[in-house]
């Protein structure tokens, strides 16, 4: 299984910024996605979940109403729509899978991450 994030970089608040996750390797509607997120010196945090083949969607609180969670399921590929954006939204964003949906997500049930892809609010 790989996954392979795209799409960080710098905006300025109030901005806003699209991330991609590309995946391969295993059977793409089944599992799970989501998106974490971890600023320097905190935990990893779930950001948002999607899964049952994109109808059901979850939202940490403090992204809700800004960030939209999606997918293509024909080109395998995971977004991350992120609008109105904060100095607090820094952090690196990963994508993730896992074979079970449920929120809120945990880090330790996602088997698969991508390497990652910084995203600066300022």
């Known amino acids: 299984v790989q996954l392979v994030e795209s799409g960080g970089g710098s905006v300025q608040a109030g901005g806003s910024l699209r991330l991609s996750c590309a995946a391969s390797?295993?059977?793409?509607?089944?599992?799970?996605m989501a998106w974490f997120r971890q600023a320097p010196g905190k935990e990893r945090e779930g950001v948002a979940t999607?899964?049952?083949?994109?109808?059901?969607?979850y939202y940490a609180d403090s992204v809700k109403g800004r960030f939209t969670i999606s997918q293509d399921s024909a080109k395998k590929t995971l977004y991350l729509q992120m609008n109105s954006l904060k100095p607090e939204d820094t952090g690196v964003y990963y994508c993730?899978?896992?074979?079970?949906?449920?929120?809120?997500?945990?880090?330790?049930?996602?088997?698969?991450w991508g390497q990652g892809t910084q995203v600066t609010g300022s």
């Open positions: 993730a899978a896992a074979h079970v949906g449920y929120w809120p997500v945990k880090v330790e049930d996602y088997a698969y």
């Open positions: 390797g295993y059977t793409y509607n089944r599992n799970c």
């Open positions: 999607i899964y049952s083949a994109g109808v059901t969607t």
